[in-house]
């Protein structure tokens, strides 16, 4: 539950820029001492009489006495603004209108091209330090830049210090949620992962209050930062993965992680049990060499190699598809902060409903079916806005159904990611599926803001063909139901030729081989030894 609220700060960072970059109506003024009311008289320099001046969005027209007209176009800080809510934010703070218009936009895609690079830089760091110091760290650093960030004096500082919060923030995710993952067996990791992603709605929900209540953009800025201060106490509390502990055979502080556990829930210490395993890690396992991983081992073996490209096209589907609907939300007409309340309400709805659906049927059945859910809702939303008029609320209740649908997607989406890659390039997996879903986050606001101007169409339809093709290129993927987290790049090849040879589908095979992680799981308390309602309890497990 620990790990799981970093999750609020993650998700306040993500998706702030629906706040601080929406449009704000405008219009041009020029010199307001010259020119007042859209209307004056006045002597130019050539001694041609003017007699009228309009003003416009942009720009100001000129009419001259001789039937001449001259437009001046608008530069940095000769425009006013009109908040339809009384919100100030970085479009009317550094006058990202007119032909600067485009800059809103670009901070998002630049956050997001660094959340690409932390996804390529922390996913190794996390396999090689352990998930709670790259926790930590990236999380704390973070809190830092939010707050420096509300104190931005010019657009290029504003940018550059979301730039490398992005990078921060990919960090935060793929070792927390690793970190989450690698603590519980595979009989809880549906609820680990459905408990985490809830925390993605619930934290929609407090910005969609937060930007309601503080309306201008600096100490907004500053409210979504001040929650990480709540974590001072977590290198003291949270523990670092017991998986990975023993995969890198440090089995010193695995045993103090072991105590920890047993006193917690008060069983006693399994040293039969340690013994055992502290000889097979001295005998070599396999499982255990300290060799080093990297991004090559996504593509070195056949079955890894194929589960990766695909994969990361899944998750550039689904976070061009999540952002990007987000996104629009506060562009719709009506109260954007209450259709931005209702949009995280239901995604914390498909976040619970992903563990019994996931319980009940696997991974891929329940990921088609999102898939072909969001495929007919975009698709749909996005027809109903095209070819009607004076169909608003439809349009809004299939964008924020297909956003649902997309929910469930990331429910699902991260737990099954875990699952597929074995524990040695785990954290290197979730960080190269991550950056693919970081690409789909800077392509999202650009899709909004030119599939219309390119192609006439609204950008939902685009979400719909995309969530087709993902849906096409999961069949091929295993399911990973019920079955234990594989340790070694080779375990996985042998699982998969052994499911194949037998013409199974998603059932784990015997491959002969002892995983030390396995022998891990025997020493952890049983289930109906654990009491889950504790939280506390549930945080050390």
């Not at 620990?2 to 960072?13: C, E, G, Q």
């Not at 999102?370 to 809004?396: E, H, K, M, P, R």
Request: glycine letters at 8%; hydrophobic letters at 45%; charged letters at 15%.
């Amino acid at each position: 539950m620990l790990a799981a609220y970093t999750y609020i700060i993650l998700v306040f960072n993500h998706v702030i820029m629906a706040f601080h970059g929406t449009s704000v109506p405008h219009k041009c003024t020029l010199d307001t001492s010259v020119y007042q009311d859209n209307s004056t008289t006045t002597q130019n320099p050539g001694h041609k009489q003017l007699n009228n001046v309009s003003f416009s969005r942009c720009s100001a027209t000129h009419t001259y006495s001789d039937g001449q007209n001259e437009t001046v176009q608008c530069s940095y800080g000769q425009w006013t603004y009109y908040p339809v809510y009384g919100e100030t934010n970085i479009v009317s703070q550094f006058d990202l209108v007119c032909e600067r218009k485009y800059l809103a936009s670009l901070a998002n895609t630049i956050y997001f091209v660094g959340v690409m690079v932390g996804g390529l830089l922390f996913g190794d760091l996390a396999d090689r330090f352990g998930r709670l110091p790259i926790m930590l760290f990236t999380l704390y650093s973070s809190v830092i830049l939010g707050i420096v960030t509300a104190f931005s004096v010019t657009y290029t500082m504003f940018v550059t210090l979301r730039f490398v919060t992005g990078i921060l923030m990919q960090g935060l995710q793929t070792s927390a949620y690793t970190l989450i993952m690698e603590l519980y067996i595979a009989k809880y990791r549906p609820f680990a992962g459905a408990v985490t992603e809830c925390f993605f709605g619930v934290a929609i929900m407090i910005l969609a209050g937060a930007a309601y209540l503080v309306r201008d953009w600096r100490y907004l800025q500053i409210v979504v930062t001040l929650p990480g201060l709540l974590t001072l106490f977590y290198p003291w509390v949270v523990p670092e993965s017991l998986r990975w502990l023993i995969i890198k055979g440090k089995l010193n502080k695995a045993e103090e992680v072991i105590h920890r556990i047993c006193k917690v829930n008060k069983i006693p210490f399994p040293a039969d049990r340690w013994e055992k395993l502290k000889q097979s890690c001295d005998k070599g396992v396999d499982s255990l060499q300290p060799r080093q991983h990297s991004l090559i081992d996504l593509f070195r073996t056949s079955h890894i190699r194929q589960s990766s490209v695909i994969l990361f096209y899944i998750w550039f589907a689904i976070s061009a598809s999540y952002y990007g609907l987000t996104f629009q939300l506060t562009s719709f007409s009506g109260s954007r902060y209450l259709i931005f309340f209702i949009g995280g309400a239901v995604e914390t709805l498909a976040y619970i409903l992903t563990l019994p659906v996931m319980k009940r049927f696997g991974r891929k059945k329940p990921l088609l079916a999102c898939f072909v859910a969001a495929a007919a809702l975009c698709l749909g939303a996005g027809i109903v806005s095209d070819y009607t008029t004076g169909w608003f609320n439809v349009t809004v209740a299939l964008a924020l159904a297909g956003r649902c649908a997309v929910a469930g997607l990331f429910g699902i989406i991260f737990v099954y990611t875990s699952e597929v890659y074995p524990t040695v390039i785990r954290n290197i997996g979730m960080g190269a599926c991550c950056l693919w879903a970081r690409a789909g986050g800077v392509a999202a606001p650009q899709i909004n803001q030119w599939t219309k101007v390119l192609w006439s169409v609204d950008a939902t339809i685009i979400f719909g063909v995309m969530a087709v093709v993902a849906g096409i290129f999961l069949f091929p993927l295993p399911e990973t139901h019920n079955r234990r987290l594989p340790d070694s790049v080779q375990e996985v090849e042998d699982i998969s030729r052994d499911e194949e040879a037998a013409g199974a589908n998603g059932h784990l095979a015997s491959s002969g081989k002892v995983s030390i992680v396995e022998e891990q799981a025997g020493l952890l308390p049983s289930s109906d030894q654990i009491k889950f309602t504790d939280v506390s309890k549930e945080r050390e497990l």
